[in-house]
Structure formats: structure tokens, C-alpha cells
């Protein structure tokens, strides 16, 4: 039985984004990430300032590990001072070792003190902190064209403008990037 | 622009779909070429490109030609300050060695080799003259022209005898490290149901092989499927992209008539598709008349919601499946759509999973590399 052209069946969304729409979505997402980021990290600063860090979702550590005292002499019939430690933003007297810095010793001060400040451990990966841009969606997660430097392209693109010719068909090959607006 | 300068009618095979028609020992004389390459250029501003492309037959049997011609295209860039040219030849290959290869390539002339695939399907339309196989020297020639240029493209020609053997043989010449493929359907053959919905089968499997080889981190470019992805990425396609019929392209044959188009050249003998001579340079009332038909589309084809990334603006693959350059026939119609929804098909899951060789490759997402597994 010899064959009929008849038109395609309606057209159904192909399910994948053309280049325009791609950029669209890209741009948006990249926009969302880098506020969301922002606020996360405002949210984390103004509760910081708030209510000091804690051991559940204290970041990172920003001030360098604090190396214990070394022990001074003291003068002879004066009692032992104990260093007096500050915590930034806070008003209450509770010491917490990992941001305790110890005052300078006044001149003359030579006797070792007390026990040194422990030290705190190395910091570890955190945990997004609360506010901040929440998990990351699947791929794909790219940056817009031109953002990066190109790499090799595949043959698509080595020889868009050669088109063959030869057995019984002839062979226009297309390059998604040309004539685009 | 592009150019075919048809160097010779002969050819040492005999594939019974040819359409070249019959073989004769013409060659395209010096002054032919030479006239040819000074029409071309007086139409020719430094910022344009060129192609030049060498046919037959097998233009390999005219390498000589080939070579003189070249360089003196060459000669002509060179004094018109042009951009850009490239050659281009389609062969059997069954005549191309190491040397020729190399001048080929250093001359900047791509080359194309003609092969139906695994051997039983070669070998059913692909015979030297007298009859005998050459598939064993024309695999030899494609090695030799992917050790030279490993994005050396091959034509495989489908046609109903060879459809049912269409994934297999497109998975061989995958196989042999060709990168650049093209399916190409023989529109002049009798294609029936039976053959359509072996062919929508074949090129399922053909469709699987293409996304089997992103997963496995391949840039392989099938252009058929690559058309179809490439015209959904750009909304359809763009006037680039089309066929550009005795306008933007012009055929020479050995005799200096002029042809909108190397597919209609054949033995040379019929008026209908000649637009002028290179003597007189392209006849504008020819070229109306054999060019009038296209670009208006039919009901049947302002009712499809594929035209827009159809190729039914090509006026030889009409001219070859319809007998009208203005119609698709139903065997192009037909595959196109078959085209279209396998490669959105294959496109959406690889999208979906985030492939990053697909995302550089179509959306030219070269981060993507990152996401790699």
C-alpha cells in the first residue's frame, strides 16, 4: 500500500527547554540561589548578634583557634587572677570557651594563672545554617552561555558549514546556534 | 555560497540508486572550472564564505581535476580576501590512500565516505561495476580518512531493502569510531507501510544507540536527530538552515550547464532542472520557473505543527520524493515526523538526567562538565 502524507499529530510539549527558555531558567534560578544566599547569611549574622553563636548552628568559626596562655609568674602574696574572658554581643557572664580571648596580662604580671583555655576543635563541615538557600535542586545547574570559557565542541560544531552531499541524500547540517536571535 | 563542480560522470560503482544516472567517462574541462570559480567569486564579498563542493560519480577518478581546481579556488579566496572556504568531497573511498588523504585534509577539503553499513546491506546497493563487493575497500578508505580526520562524516543510504538492517549497520560504522553520521533515506524508492514502520522501528533502536552513546560520555552527531533537537532549541528553523536552491547554491556539470541543485544534475540531459550555463551565468527566468514552487507550503503541510522544524523547504529531496520542488512526498513527510518525535524523545531524557556532553553540545553549557558523574 503505497503511502499518504497527513499532517502530524498535535504538537505536545517536546519536554525539554529550547535555548531561549534554558537561559530564562537558568537566570531565574541563579537569581533565587544568590538571594536566598543572602538572606540565609543576613538571617545568620542578625541572629548571631542576637543570641550569640551556638553549639547547633554556629557557623564556622571567624576568629583564629585561641592558643592557651603561657604560664606567667606572678609576684609573690598576691592571689591569682583569673583571665577575664568577653563575649562579643552578649550581656550575660557565661564564659564560652571557643570565642573566650584572654585579656592581656597588666606589666609585671609573671605567675601562671589557672588552667589554660581549651582549644577548641578544628572546625567541621556545618549544616546549612536556618534561613539559608535549602537543598539544591537536580541538575541541570549551569551558568549562563558566555559565562565560561568554551571547551572542545563536538562535531556538531566542528563543521557547521559543510554540508554533504553524496549516495541518495544530501545532508544540511544545522548548528542549534546559528540564526538564533 | 556553495558551489559543486560535478569533475566527472564516471564512477567504478554501480549502486542501483544512484541519481547520477548512467556513467560516462565526461570530466569537467579546466576552462569549465575556471569560469565556474570566476562566477562564484564575482558574487562573492570578502565577508562571505564558500563551499566548494567536488561530486561525481567518484570524484576520486578525477583527483587530478580535483586538486587543480582546489588550489586555484584557493588562489581566488586568497586574492578576494574571503573569509572562509572549505572543500568538500562525498566518496566511495574505495580509491582514497594515505596520500591523497593527507593532501585532502592539509588542503582544507572535507571528505565524506559513502558506506550502506554492515556488509549484507553494502553489498545489496554498493557493488564496483562488475559486480563484485566493495565493502572490504571501502571500510579500508573510511579508516584511512578517520585515522587523517576523525570527524570524517559517512553517508549510509537507507532504502527498503536495507531498512530492517538500519540500527545494526548504524551501530557498525559507530563501531568503527565514525562520530559524524548521516541516515540518509533513498526518497526515490518505493517506500510502502510495511517499509515506514520497519523504518519508525529501526530508528527507535537508532534513537537508543544515540543517547547510549552521551551516557557513555560520546559526542557523536547523527543528522537527523541533530536537525530535529537543533530546530526545537532555535524555535523552529531559521533561513540558515534551509535550502538554499539555485540561489544560494549552484551546481556545474562537466558541460557548464548550471543546476539549482548537484542532486538534479543526473546524466545531464534534462531541461527542466537546468537554470543556465556557465557561459551565460544563471538564467533568471529558468531559475523562477524551476524555483517557484518552494517555500509556499501546501494545506497538508500549513497544517502540520512540525513544519517549522521540517525539511520541506528542500527543493531536491521534494523534487526526488514528489516530483515537485514546492511538495514533500510522503516518504520524506512521513520520516521527518518519525525524526521529530524520537529525537525529542531521546533529547528529553537526556536533558532530564543532566547530561553534560548533551547540555554542552546543544545548549553550549560548557559547565556542565561539572555535573558529570
Given at each position: 500500500m503505497s503511502l499518504e502524507r497527513k499532517p502530524a499529530d498535535p504538537e505536545q510539549d517536546p519536554g525539554y527547554p529550547n535555548s531561549q527558555e534554558y537561559s530564562t531558567q537558568r537566570r531565574t534560578f541563579l537569581t533565587l540561589i544568590g538571594a536566598a544566599a543572602v538572606a540565609g547569611l543576613g538571617g545568620l549574622l542578625a541572629y548571631q548578634s542576637y543570641?550569640?553563636?551556638?553549639?547547633?548552628?554556629?557557623?564556622?568559626?571567624?576568629?583564629?583557634?585561641?592558643?592557651?596562655?603561657?604560664?606567667?609568674?606572678?609576684?609573690?602574696?598576691?592571689?591569682?587572677?583569673?583571665?577575664?574572658?568577653?563575649?562579643?554581643?552578649?550581656?550575660?557572664?557565661?564564659?564560652?570557651?571557643p570565642e573566650a580571648t584572654?585579656?592581656?596580662?597588666?606589666?609585671?604580671v609573671v605567675a601562671p594563672v589557672q588552667a589554660p583555655v581549651k582549644t577548641p576543635e578544628p572546625a567541621q563541615p556545618q549544616a546549612i545554617p536556618l534561613g539559608g538557600p535549602g537543598p539544591v535542586p537536580a541538575k541541570p545547574v549551569t551558568p549562563a552561555k558566555g559565562d565560561v570559557a568554551p571547551v572542545e565542541l563536538p562535531p556538531a560544531h566542528a563543521n557547521p558549514d559543510v554540508n554533504i552531499r553524496g549516495g541518495s541524500g544530501k545532508v544540511v547540517h544545522i548548528d542549534p546556534t546559528r540564526g538564533q536571535a | 555560497m556553495e558551489l559543486t563542480?560535478?569533475?566527472?560522470?564516471?564512477?567504478?560503482?554501480?549502486?542501483?540508486?544512484?541519481?547520477m544516472g548512467k556513467k560516462f567517462g565526461r570530466r569537467?574541462?579546466?576552462?569549465?572550472?575556471?569560469?565556474?570559480?570566476?562566477?562564484?567569486?564575482?558574487?562573492?564579498?570578502?565577508?562571505?564564505?564558500?563551499?566548494?563542493?567536488?561530486?561525481?560519480?567518484?570524484?576520486?577518478?578525477?583527483?587530478d581535476l580535483l586538486q587543480k581546481y582546489h588550489l586555484r579556488a584557493q588562489e581566488y579566496a586568497r586574492l578576494k580576501g574571503l573569509r572562509k572556504l572549505v572543500g568538500a568531497m562525498t566518496t566511495n573511498a574505495t580509491l582514497l590512500d594515505e596520500t591523497k588523504m593527507n593532501w585532502l585534509v592539509e588542503h582544507g577539503v572535507v571528505a565524506a565516505v559513502s558506506l550502506d553499513g554492515v556488509k549484507a546491506a553494502h553489498d545489496l546497493n554498493r557493488p564496483f561495476v562488475n559486480g563484485k563487493s566493495s565493502f572490504d575497500a571501502a571500510l579500508r578508505?573510511?579508516?584511512?580518512?578517520?585515522?587523517?580526520?576523525?570527524?570524517?562524516?559517512?553517508?549510509?543510504?537507507?532504502?527498503?531493502?536495507?531498512?530492517?538492517?538500519?540500527?545494526?549497520?548504524?551501530?557498525?560504522?559507530?563501531?568503527?569510531?565514525?562520530?559524524?553520521?548521516s541516515l540518509s533515506l533513498n526518497y526515490a524508492a518505493n517506500w510502502d507501510e510495511a517499509a515506514l514502520a520497519t523504518y519508525e522501528r529501526e530508528y527507535e533502536k537508532v534513537g537508543e544507540l544515540f543517547g547510549s552513546a552521551f551516557r557513555t560520555g560520546g559526542d557523536i552527531y547523527i543528522a537527523s536527530l541533530d536537525a530535529k533537537i537543533a530546530g526545537r532549541l532555535k524555535g523552529g528553523l531559521k533561513d540558515c538552515d534551509r535550502c538554499s536552491f539555485g540561489v544560494g547554491e549552484v551546481?556545474?556539470?562537466?558541460?557548464?550547464?548550471?543546476?539549482?541543485?548537484?542532486?538534479?544534475?543526473?546524466?545531464?540531459?534534462?531541461?527542466?532542472?537546468?537554470?543556465?550555463?556557465?557561459?551565460?551565468?544563471?538564467?533568471?527566468?529558468?531559475?523562477?520557473?524551476?524555483?517557484?514552487?518552494?517555500?509556499v507550503l501546501d494545506p497538508v503541510c500549513q497544517a502540520c505543527p512540525l513544519k517549522d522544524r521540517c525539511m520541506n523547504t528542500c527543493g531536491c529531496s521534494n523534487a526526488m520524493s514528489s516530483g515537485d520542488v514546492g511538495v514533500p512526498g510522503a516518504a520524506l513527510c512521513l520520516t521527518e515526523q518519525i525524526h521529530a518525535?524520537?529525537?525529542?524523545?531521546?533529547?528529553?531524557?537526556?536533558?532530564?538526567?543532566?547530561?553534560p556532553?548533551?547540555?554542552?553540545?546543544?545548549?553550549?553549557?560548557?559547565?556542565?562538565?561539572l555535573a558529570a558523574p
Open positions: 543570641a550569640g553563636p551556638t553549639t547547633s548552628i554556629a557557623p564556622k568559626p571567624l576568629v583564629a583557634p585561641i592558643v592557651p596562655a603561657k604560664p606567667q609568674a606572678m609576684p609573690l602574696g598576691e592571689p591569682p587572677v583569673a583571665p577575664q574572658v568577653e563575649t562579643p554581643g552578649r550581656t550575660s557572664t557565661q564564659v564560652t570557651p584572654p585579656r592581656a596580662a597588666p606589666p609585671g | 563542480l560535478v569533475l566527472t560522470h564516471a564512477c567504478n560503482l554501480g549502486c542501483p540508486y544512484c541519481y569537467m574541462p579546466e576552462a569549465i572550472a575556471e569560469k565556474a570559480l570566476a562566477w562564484t567569486f564575482d558574487r562573492l564579498q570578502p565577508d562571505d564564505e564558500l563551499q566548494v563542493g567536488y561530486f561525481g560519480g567518484e570524484p576520486l577518478l578525477a583527483y578508505g573510511l579508516k584511512i580518512a578517520l585515522a587523517r580526520a576523525p570527524l570524517t562524516e559517512v553517508l549510509c543510504v537507507i532504502d527498503p531493502q536495507t531498512v530492517g538492517m538500519m540500527a545494526e549497520s548504524a551501530k557498525f560504522i559507530l563501531d568503527q569510531g565514525v562520530r559524524v553520521l551546481a556545474v556539470a562537466p558541460s557548464g550547464n548550471m543546476y539549482p541543485c548537484e542532486r538534479l544534475v543526473g546524466e545531464d540531459n534534462d531541461p527542466k532542472w537546468q537554470i543556465g550555463h556557465i557561459d551565460s551565468g544563471v538564467d533568471p527566468v529558468r531559475l523562477r520557473k524551476v524555483n517557484g514552487g518552494r517555500g518525535k524520537v529525537a525529542d524523545r531521546v533529547a528529553r531524557n537526556l536533558f532530564w538526567e543532566g547530561n556532553v548533551f547540555l554542552r553540545k546543544f545548549y553550549h553549557d560548557t559547565s556542565a562538565a
